[in-house]
Structures are given as structure tokens and as C-alpha cells.
């Protein structure tokens, strides 16, 4: 069945230092959303990504979407402990017909030391 | 607060017993998802509605899960004879049919979810 993976599933990293996470779907994806959860808290979404090899910046946030639409990446740089959380991408089942289904990633957790 | 809404945030019950929790979805969102998250996973999809019309609903949803969403506003999630599997975060999430403010198409907007814990 259709998969999206995600790589790590944890990362600790000292504030300052760099944290990307990638994430891989077994099919091509029309388009991918990534959302962040704290701790606690629910998903919130912060972007979406529809066009091959697209890139958008948000901050010290960066998200790519790969050229084959089959995987992504969020960079965030020099981390600050308000980065802390679980990032899940996300993308339309493929049932999905556009109703906007998703099936997310397992997440990455992102531990930041201060 | 115009966020979605969930109650009650936390449920604790004994196996066998019945439960529903409520979804109040952002006013004018015709779409409303709802989603079962277990700890260390993503959301997973559990059933879907546009307006009041239930269009899809996982193979994953036993029939002791039923939802409703009367007059398109409101959605209930009942569980019936609740096993300790159920045990879970359930969440509900609203979009909005096309494109979003922020240019994005179906982009979600999550309560905070309610916390079932079967004994």
C-alpha cells in the first residue's frame, strides 16, 4: 500500500546546529504539506510544496520538494529551542481524488539542547 | 477562539462501554477529517465528510466506529464496546474545499484532539 516514510525518527541537536529531516513516499505525490506538532500539542501546518524541485523559505526553514514528486526535506537553521516538536509531512492519499485525505509520516522529533 | 474544537480532551472508560467525543470544525470549512494518532505515529486516516455527506471511511474503522456530521457543522465520533486497542488520541481536522488563504490547496487545521484511554 502507499507509504510515507520519514528519516530520522529522532534528532537531538545543540541550539545553533542545523536539523534536516527527509521524508519518502512509495508514489508520486501531487503535492506535499509539512506540519509541526509540539509537545502536547496537535499538528499545525506550515507549508505546502505542488511544483518538482520547488523550494520555499520560511524563515530559517527551508522545504524542498524532490524533481520525481516522490520525496521532501525540511531544513531548519541554527535551531532555537522554540523549533522543539514532531514535523510530519504529509501528502494526498492516493484514493484521494482530491478530497484532501492525507497520509502522513511517523514524524521526526526534534530535541534541542540549550 | 474560531479554531476547531474538540470534546472532551480527555476520556478515560472501561472496555465494553460506549463513547463519543465532538468536532466542532472552523465555521465556514466544508470539509471535516477525522484522524487516529498512537504515540510516536503520524495521524492516520479514519473517515471523511463533506458537508453532511460521509464520503469515505478507512478500512482501518471497525464497524463499532460510526460518525456523523448533521447539517454539515458539528461531527460526532462514537465508539462502540471500546477495547483497550482503541486507546488512542483522536483527532479532527477542517479544510476548506480548494484553494486556502495562504494560497494552499486542503491545507488543515487540527483541533486539539481528544485522549481515549480504555482500562
Known amino acids: 500500500g502507499q507509504q510515507v516514510m520519514q528519516i530520522p525518527q529522532y534528532q537531538h541537536v545543540q541550539e545553533g546546529e542545523d536539523f534536516t529531516t527527509y521524508c519518502n513516499s512509495s508514489t508520486t505525490l501531487s503535492n506535499i504539506q509539512w506540519y509541526k506538532q509540539r509537545p502536547g500539542g496537535h499538528p499545525v501546518f506550515l507549508i505546502q510544496l505542488v511544483k518538482s524541485g520547488e523550494v520555499k523559505k520560511q524563515k530559517r526553514l527551508t522545504f524542498q520538494f524532490g524533481e520525481a514528486k516522490k520525496n521532501s526535506s525540511l531544513h531548519i537553521t541554527a535551531t532555537q529551542t522554540t523549533d522543539v516538536g514532531t514535523y510530519f509531512c504529509a501528502g494526498p492519499m492516493r484514493s484521494s481524488s482530491n478530497t484532501g485525505k492525507l497520509i502522513f509520516g511517523q514524524g521526526t522529533t526534534l530535541q534541542v539542547k540549550p | 477562539d474560531t479554531g476547531v474544537s474538540q470534546n472532551p480532551r480527555h476520556k478515560i472508560t472501561k472496555r465494553g462501554q460506549n463513547v463519543t467525543f465532538r468536532c466542532d470544525p472552523i465555521?465556514?470549512?466544508?470539509?471535516l477529517y477525522w484522524y487516529r494518532q498512537t504515540l510516536g505515529q503520524g495521524p492516520e486516516f479514519l473517515t471523511y465528510f463533506q458537508n453532511e455527506a460521509q464520503l469515505e471511511k478507512s478500512r482501518l474503522l471497525s464497524d463499532r466506529f460510526s460518525a456523523e456530521r448533521p447539517k454539515g457543522s458539528f461531527s460526532t465520533l462514537e465508539i462502540q464496546r471500546t477495547e483497550q486497542g482503541d486507546s488512542a488520541m483522536y483527532l479532527c481536522?477542517?479544510?476548506?474545499?480548494?484553494?486556502?488563504?495562504?494560497?494552499?490547496?486542503?491545507?488543515?487545521?487540527f483541533g486539539p484532539g481528544t485522549r481515549l484511554t480504555v482500562l
Open positions: 465555521s465556514e470549512h466544508n470539509r
Open positions: 481536522a477542517s479544510s476548506l474545499a480548494g484553494r486556502g488563504l495562504a494560497g494552499s490547496y486542503n491545507e488543515q487545521f
